[in-house]
């Protein structure tokens, strides 16, 4: 059964928007909750995550100014608003959650392995 459930991925011309969404549960919607990428042939990339307990908002800078995250503590859910999404956007989006050491929440590609919860990801097209 999976831990957390993603929705919200498609195609989309650049420029256009989509909103992912992230479901969890009271076990899995905790900690740091947000999501990373991997594109074809690169290593997976923090972009967006936030504090649950606190609503503290980290962004990767190449997603700043363009993605916005969100949560809501009644449905143990994450959204992820992205506008103007580029062509570079393109990627498997995986919803994460676990609770961290110490904020902030990193976004690392390294940091990948200290979040304990994964999506099965939603993919997200974007033509140019």
């Known amino acids: 059964q999976a831990q957390l459930v993603e929705s919200g991925g498609g195609s989309v011309q650049a420029g256009g928007s989509l909103t992912l969404s992230c479901t969890g549960s009271?076990?899995?919607?905790?900690?740091?909750m947000g999501w990373f990428r991997q594109a074809p042939g690169k290593e997976r990339e923090g972009v967006a995550a936030?504090?649950?307990?606190?609503?503290?908002?980290y962004y990767d800078a190449s997603v700043r100014g363009r993605f916005f995250i969100n949560q809501d503590n009644n449905k143990y859910t994450v959204t992820l608003r992205m506008d103007n999404l580029k062509p570079e956007d393109t990627a498997m989006y995986y919803c994460?959650?676990?609770?961290?050491?110490?904020?902030?929440?990193?976004?690392?590609?390294?940091?990948?392995?200290?979040?304990?919860?994964w999506g099965q990801g939603t993919k997200v097209t974007v033509a140019g």
């Open positions: 994460m959650s676990g609770a961290p050491s110490s904020l902030p929440c990193r976004l690392r590609a390294e940091d990948a392995g200290t979040y304990t919860y």
């Open positions: 936030i504090y649950i307990s606190g609503g503290y908002r």
């Open positions: 009271m076990y899995t919607y905790t900690g740091c």
